[in-house]
């Protein structure tokens, strides 16, 4: 159905991660789940003994990604696809301004990124065929009161895959930035949102929206709902708790 023989999802130990290693593995793929924690990464792979492999690795260890990164594509055999899906967000008070907090996200969600998403734009600039999906969230859409750092985290990563997609689609290489909503993951479980969408849907819908180029929101309410907050009034939008 997708299409993928080859597959790196990093941040595979839980949520959406986890969820796309599955759907991948069920449709056939050979998928290298990468993820800090090994105990979570072996319990996924014991369902897919034979398209699974675990890569345990640390996304803030930027060093080690070149060598690994080779690593797994030789492994695997092959690389079509891969989705950086590693994320943190951790609750922050409303007049909280916490340094170490921030800079964990800033590693996680920008720098790990450029680490993994740089070697596979080499790879695939060379092979002239691939797809690289990004995880971004509407909260990069506008710079809202309850999460500066990590609204911000989001928007530098749907800016460096812009511009990633601008470099590549040339070569043949899709570059894709999906922007879910609230999902009910392990990371947002402090939100205590009603009505998120769980994971196994936003994976699959991910990976349908993974078949073309550009940048992508889950839902057609949301695309709507952030046109119109986009181009609120900075003046108007600092009176909205929104």
């Known amino acids: 159905m997708y299409g993928y023989a080859y597959a790196i999802v990093v941040g595979a130990s839980s949520g959406i991660g986890e969820e796309l290693v599955r759907h991948l593995a069920r449709d056939g793929a050979k998928v290298a789940a990468v993820a800090r924690r090994a105990d979570l990464l072996e319990k996924l792979a014991a369902e897919f003994p034979e398209r699974v492999i675990t890569v345990q690795h640390d996304v803030t260890d930027y060093d080690a990604v070149p060598a ?15 989705v950086y899906a590693a ?6 008070g409303e007049h909280e301004y916490s340094f170490e907090k921030d ?10 990124a450029i680490a993994w998403l740089n070697q596979t734009a080499i790879r695939f600039e060379n092979t002239g065929h691939g797809t690289i999906v990004g995880i971004g969230s509407v909260a990069g859409e506008r710079g809202r009161q309850g999460q500066p750092v990590y609204n911000m985290s989001k928007a530098a990563l749907a800016t460096y895959l812009e511009a990633l997609r601008n470099r590549l689609s040339r070569r043949g290489v899709r570059v894709v930035t999906i922007k879910p909503g609230p999902t009910a993951t392990e990371m947002t479980a402090h ?6 969408m769980d994971a196994s849907t936003t994976a699959e819908i991910i990976l349908m929206k ?3 180029n550009g940048e992508f929101f889950i839902k057609f309410t949301h695309k ?7 181009n609120i009034p900075s003046a108007v939008f600092r009176k909205l708790k929104i």
């Open 87 to 92: 994320g943190t967000m951790p609750a922050v």
């Open 68 to 82: 690994l990164f080779q690593e797994i594509t030789k492994q695997l055999g092959g690389l079509d696809l891969i």
């Open 103 to 112: 800079k964990q996200m800033v590693e996680v969600n920008i720098l790990g």
């Open 191 to 196: 939100l205590h949102m009603k009505g998120m």
């Open 224 to 230: 709507v709902a952030f046109a119109i907050i986009r």
């Open 210 to 212: 993974s078949q073309k």
